[in-house]
């Protein structure tokens, strides 16, 4: 009776020597993915350089106003990582416009009505937080016109890039705000008789607010 008693006394102290068990932690994951198509309404301010060239002369104007607009996109966050991978294209009204004098009455005048772009993303998602860069092709409706009467217009076509901050304000609900970089390319233009060549490029701010369809958040 004496060796039973001894032996479960060692048998209970070599239990209490053995480690403690311990769960596995448990993997983190995301309270919501940036995954999915989203279409949203921007709106901001943008101002232009124009660098002309005209019979000898370069009047060079400056176009700034408000613009507005809309975007689409989809954006694919890769699984179990923060970052974000998308492409968006956008359109916006513009309306810019502002014209130079040079020489003995003459006179130029470049105006935007309106541009747009087709860019990939890549970002870098905080929880409901996303920084991100854009770059891609951008375009722009360019109207040039004399002082004496006469105008062309054409597609300029360059390249943008840009970045900004996006917030999920909800479950399908996200507002930005976004800088971007803009160069339309040099394109030429007949105008009452003169050949204009004129070079554009583009800044901007925007503000924006995005609905996402795809559930998931």
Known sequence: MGAMVALLAGGAASAADLPAYEPAPAASVPSFSWTGAYAGVQAGYDWFDADNKVNGFSPQSKPDGFTVGGYVGYNQQLNGSPLV???????????????RRFGAGSGVRNKIDFTGAVRGRIGYAFDRFLIYGAGGLAYADHDVKGRGGGSDDTIAVGWTIGGGVEAALGDNVSARVEYRYSDFGTDSFSVAGSRVKSDVTDNRVLLGVGYKFSSGW
Do not use: V
């Open 85 to 99: 991978l998308g492409i968006e294209t956008d359109l916006n009204y513009s309306g810019a416009d502002s014209s």
